[in-house]
């Protein structure tokens, strides 16, 4: 969908954290490599730093697995270098849920935006019709759980109904339950 994406892991290469990426993230990106580091602290990695650079945006989404030591620091270090941080706040936890509340607390007070990834992804691509949401699709049905499923369910059915119009990328979907 044309958006700067970086990801990067906490010594997956021979380390005692060995944190490699999530095999459902590598499935999304493939094409991506993630920078590895020693440090719980992206934002002190210079090569983080420099790809983050690259990207020649000052708005970030930031999602980690700890929201109150990985995502956190990080967040807080990019807001201090003046850029407009949004994290992802359903795509992060923490050893405990108040640990995770409090974090979550302490970057929106510090000028972070919460927000969750279907709300990221919906903003990016908000007409049904188009070729960034069809992009979406597979990640949501696979990957959105209950709530989601049923969105998607349903705006399925109502092409396959003949409701509405199927996007004009795509000729009218399938149903499993109709092969």
Not at 127 to 139: F, I, N, Q, W
Not at 142 to 169: C, E, K
């Amino acid at each position: 969908m044309g958006v700067g994406i970086v990801l990067t892991t906490i010594g997956a290469k021979g380390s005692v954290l060995v944190d490699p990426i999530f095999k459902e993230i590598q499935a999304i990106l493939p094409e991506i490599t993630p920078i590895d580091r020693t440090t719980t602290h992206a934002w002190s990695d210079p090569k983080f730093r420099a790809a983050i650079d690259a990207t020649r945006r000052k708005k970030l989404i930031m999602a980690g697995i700890v929201t109150g030591t990985c995502l956190s620091q990080s967040v807080l270090a990019a807001l201090k270098h003046g850029f407009d941080v949004y994290f992802v706040s359903d795509c992060s936890g923490d050893v405990t849920t108040e640990a995770h509340e409090d974090a979550k607390a302490l970057m929106t007070q510090a000028g972070a935006h919460p927000i969750t990834w279907m709300n990221a992804s919906g903003q990016w691509a908000p007409d049904y019709t188009s070729k960034e949401r069809a992009l979406m699709t597979p990640v949501y049905t696979r990957y959105g759980g209950g709530g989601t499923n049923f969105m998607t369910d349903y705006v399925l059915d109502q092409i396959t109904a003949g409701v509405v119009s199927p996007p004009n990328f795509a000729p009218a979907p399938v149903r499993a339950e109709s092969r």
